[in-house]
């Protein structure tokens, strides 16, 4: 018999603790071998939760290996192999302490919902991969990555970028951090890069632990600054033309039309960055810099990190055709760094349009979860002290605070309240462009029933008298 008591699941979203408990019953021996499980509509009405709820906590299950299920039967416990002395073993722990947040709300970390990732689709997709027996599954990975991928994302970038590319000008890696490696080792060793002044530290830190030479350049109200971008001397320009973070901006055509002469005058690379782009609410996505480019200057990198699950790992980058020599000749010794089992399943979640699905899903989802975090601010004593500014895209807005506390402050006092988040400050290189007292609310991995007690909680942080 599965047991779990809902009510003991903390901060845990419903379908993972049932996931958990069923896990943890299997591994100790209560649930047995060959035993069926609960239907799902039993269960559901057993526990009070609803069918979809079991439906992914079962089909994460499955993913693992744990159950299987048997056509007009139901669901079995798979026989495990280390079953026999399971209960000889440590009991398995519910909780990750590397990885779970300490804090009520997390409203730094650009986290997802995970309870809307489409489990029941991935595990169909993924049986229906190992299932069709192809012997490319066996073979190792060419080194650019599965062709079926590469054709799924190729039509992706036509479709909704308006970005016609060969699938052999697409790259495959383990994460953007791997990508951006193979770059360097193209590009070459000679160049000088030039970032945004303002924006993720994590970019800096990549750059620096290549020992790649970079400069900052100067932004103003439509992104790059093209006169500092031509004063740095910089060769290869790293920019986020279609959502600028922290600030969202969103760079119009023409400042981008002027980024791009400057690449063809100059013989300079453009290093398009779309991270966190897809989830816009006010307008459709402009065309892509590498959609507008006529002289083959930008590389374009994008990743399903943010889109679908950070676990998948699985991000790309489109090459120009000038490229695409040296990058034979130097990375082209070596197999993809991803599987060939996770590309076949992401190839057809692509193609067969359920990515699609689950971001429309995604954005209505956010605009709800952002619509009601702006409503309780503002029915809150913090409408007299904050002014909210939206971003077009993304999962966060800022939060202009008018008081007397230092950011270092504001970030301390929040997390005695059990808030984790961060301020404008931090992403800023240049301390002469430094904005203090605003706050980025990153809302993506908050919960919807637990949005008052973080505005409540926010309250008590940031509200002191003035001296």
């Known amino acids: 018999m599965v047991t779990c008591e809902i009510e003991k699941r903390g901060k845990m979203p419903i379908y993972e603790y049932l996931y958990h408990c069923i896990r943890e019953d299997i591994l100790r021996g209560e649930l047995k071998a060959e035993e069926k499980l609960p239907s799902k509509r039993m269960l559901a009405s057993r526990l009070g939760i ?35 002395i399971q209960e000889q073993a440590a009991p398995v722990r519910l909780y990750r302490e590397d990885t779970d947040s300490p804090y009520y709300a ?12 489409p489990f029941s689709i991935w595990a169909k997709l993924m049986r229906e991969v190992i299932t069709a027996r192809d012997e490319k599954l066996l073979k190792a990975v060419p ?23 060969s699938p052999s000008q697409i790259i495959i890696g383990a994460g953007t951090e791997f990508l951006y490696q193979q770059l360097f080792q193209i590009l070459g060793a000679g160049r000088c890069y030039g970032l945004e002044e303002i924006g993720y530290s994590y970019t800096y830190e990549l750059f620096e632990r290549n020992q790649v030479n970079w400069r900052q350049i100067s932004m103003d109200e439509k992104g790059i600054s093209v006169s500092s971008l031509k004063e740095s001397g910089c060769d290869v320009l790293h920019a986020t033309p279609e959502h600028h973070f922290p600030t969202g901006i969103v760079t119009p055509v023409g400042r981008r039309q002027e980024v791009l002469n400057w690449a063809a005058e100059t013989g300079g690379y453009i290093i398009e960055d779309n991270f966190d782009s897809e989830f816009r609410y006010v307008n459709k996505q402009s065309p892509a810099l590498y959609a507008m480019d006529k002289s083959g200057r930008v ?9 679908i699950v950070p676990s998948i790992r699985i991000s790309y980058m489109v090459l120009p055709e000038n490229l695409m020599k040296k990058y034979v000749e130097k990375m082209c010794y070596s197999s993809c760094t991803v599987s060939c089992f996770e590309q076949h399943t992401l190839a057809r979640f692509i193609s067969e349009e359920y990515f699609g699905r689950h971001l429309n899903r995604m ?14 601010i503002e029915n809150s004593s913090l409408k007299d002290i904050a002014k909210i500014q939206e971003a077009e895209a993304g999962t966060y ?15 301390a006092r929040a997390r005695q309240q059990g808030i984790d988040l961060a301020c404008f400050s931090e992403y800023c290189r240049n301390p002469q462009k430094t904005r203090e007292h605003i706050l980025i609310i990153n809302y993506s991995g908050i919960r919807m029933e637990a949005i008052s007690e973080t505005i409540r909680r926010l309250e008590r942080a940031v509200l002191v008298s003035k001296i």
Do not use: P
Not at 299 to 307: A, G, H
Not at 363 to 376: D, G, M, N, P, V
């Open 50 to 84: 609803s069918v979809v709820t079991v439906e992914n906590a079962y089909a994460q299950l499955m993913l693992e290996g744990y159950i299987y299920s048997v056509e007009c039967s139901g669901y079995y416990v798979s026989r495990l192999k280390a079953q026999g």
């Open 106 to 117: 997390d409203l730094r970390c650009n986290r997802i919902g995970m309870q809307h990732f």
């Open 397 to 411: 807005f800022l939060l202009i605070l008018d008081t007397v506390l230092t950011d270092e402050e504001l970030v």
């Open 299 to 307: 590389i374009y990198l994008n990743t399903f990190s943010k889109s």
């Open 363 to 376: 954005r209505s989802f956010y605009r709800k979860l952002k619509t009601r975090l702006i409503q309780e």
């Open 143 to 165: 080194c650019r990555g599965v062709l079926e991928l590469r054709q799924a994302i190729a039509e992706n970038l036509r479709r909704f970028r308006g970005m016609h590319v």
